[in-house]
């Protein structure tokens, strides 16, 4: 694992894929203009404004939880990493987005928040990989108990212990 790769992970691959899924879905939302969520714009900003501040909770959780010098060297599985294995991309493609998608009102961008998990998911399976690599056994047994971009509430690791 490089250094870039330590710090960044599958961020920078997973962001432009991300702003070339919006440019494609802004192009052809003008198809789909009647797709409207709501008509109400306090509704609208006011999710936007309450799922941004979570996902700005969740980045500033997530940088104390594993500061960029120890990404790479170190397993945490305690703050945020207790509950995402990812919780900077999970900020993002599970609490922006879909804000976002509220705020620019319409069905079209729900269905790009959506279509952006699995791409995210294909994404990682390179950063997951040079995890098990670093951390053998350790990371599996973490990634078993703990949700890539959703918290895993309940899982069998639990009942187990």
């Not at 961020?11 to 802004?26: D, N, V, W």
């Not at 987005?97 to 699995?118: D, E, K, R, S, T």
């Not at 998911?121 to 040079?130: A, N, R």
């Not at 098990?132 to 890539?148: I, L, M, V």
Request: charged fraction near 15%.
């Amino acid at each position: 694992m490089n250094k870039f790769e330590k710090i960044f992970g599958s961020g920078p691959i997973g962001l432009l894929i991300s702003l070339a899924l919006l440019a494609i879905f802004l192009f052809i939302e003008k198809y789909f203009s009647s797709f409207q969520i709501t008509e109400n714009d306090f509704l609208r900003y006011s999710i936007f404004s309450v799922l941004s501040v979570l996902t700005v909770i969740i980045i500033i959780w997530s940088v104390k939880s594993l500061p960029p010098s120890d990404r790479g060297n170190k397993l945490i599985t305690l703050g945020a990493f207790k509950y995402f294995r990812h919780p900077l991309y999970a900020a993002f493609l599970t609490f922006f987005n879909f804000g976002l998608a509220i705020l620019l009102n319409n069905w079209i961008y729900i269905l790009w928040a959506l279509v952006q998990h699995p791409v995210w998911h294909w994404c990682i399976g390179g950063e997951e990989k040079l995890m098990e690599k670093e951390f053998p056994g350790e990371y599996t047994n973490y990634s078993k108990r703990t949700g890539r971009f959703f918290p895993r509430i309940f899982n069998k690791s639990d009942k187990a212990t």
